[in-house]
């Protein structure tokens, strides 16, 4: 028996975002504001968007790590924002209130991120690498942590392949990706995956079990191992 591994980008891909509403001290929004987010995370070290009409924007297709934003409008001080620590599939909100000045002069915040996604409302598991490291199981592999997961089933395959529900979901919604790539084959009707990574090799791992957004084209258990 012959396995191909089945490539599908985009709709598995599940990435972190910042987000949020630029203001000045007065509670008026501003728009045209550039906003930068930078971390070592990135290839390009850097990516920026500008506020649209109603003060908001939204740096989405990040990857997880840590990040530092930057505000700046031409009449204010630019703001920093320090501290800001992304992981799984979490969209960090950032509020700057921002102050008449020059350019040059700058305000930095250094705070903690923040704990609480109030923009999206997918169920996850995320373990970084310290908690991976951490985790007692005698197989350090996607299997062996799932089943640590409340209302999570494996399904065993033949030739060590396998396949995840979670919650009574469908056996064809089970998705497994590596940085948003999709690594199903094409056993069934792509439902399995016989794919492992080196455990070494992997940075984060994210189990997205419910709560998905519209971009999502299914509704089982996501799989993202981040290297």
């Known amino acids: ?7 599908l980008p985009g709709t598995s891909r599940a990435q972190v975002a910042i987000a949020g509403v630029v203001k000045d001290t007065t ?23 500008v506020t649209d009409t109603a003060g908001q924007y939204k740096i989405v297709d990040l990857s997880p790590g840590a990040y530092e934003v930057t ?17 799984g599939t979490f969209t960090a909100q950032v509020n700057p209130d921002m102050q008449v000045g020059a350019v040059e002069e700058s305000v930095t915040v250094t705070g903690q991120t923040p704990a609480v996604d109030v923009i999206n409302n997918t169920a996850s ?18 299997v062996s942590r799932a089943l640590l997961i ?6 065993p395959f033949v030739l060590g392949q396998f396949n995840l529900t979670s919650h009574g979901s469908a056996r064809e919604d089970f998705t497994i990706a590596i940085d948003g790539l999709r ?5 069934g009707n792509g ?10 090799s992997v940075q984060e791992l994210t189990y997205s079990t419910g709560s998905e957004n519209a971009e999502i084209q ?10």
Not at 73 to 85: A, M, N, Q, S, Y
Not at 150 to 155: A, D, K, L, S
Not at 191 to 200: E, K, P, T, V
């Open 1 to 7: 028996m012959w396995a191909a591994i089945f490539l």
């Open 27 to 49: 509670g008026a929004v501003l728009p045209g504001v550039t906003v930068e987010a930078s971390s070592p995370a990135l290839i390009e070290k850097a990516r920026s968007v």
């Open 71 to 87: 505000f700046t409008l031409p009449g204010f001080k630019t703001v920093h924002r320090t501290g800001i620590v992304l992981e």
């Open 125 to 142: 598991f995320v373990a970084n690498r310290a908690i991976l490291d951490t985790i007692p199981t005698t197989d350090r592999n996607t």
């Open 150 to 155: 409340p209302g999570t089933t494996v399904t």
């Open 183 to 187: 690594v199903n084959n094409l056993c």
């Open 191 to 200: 439902q399995y995956s016989g794919f492992y990574m080196n455990d070494a």
């Open 218 to 227: 299914s509704s089982g258990i996501r799989v993202n191992s981040v290297p």
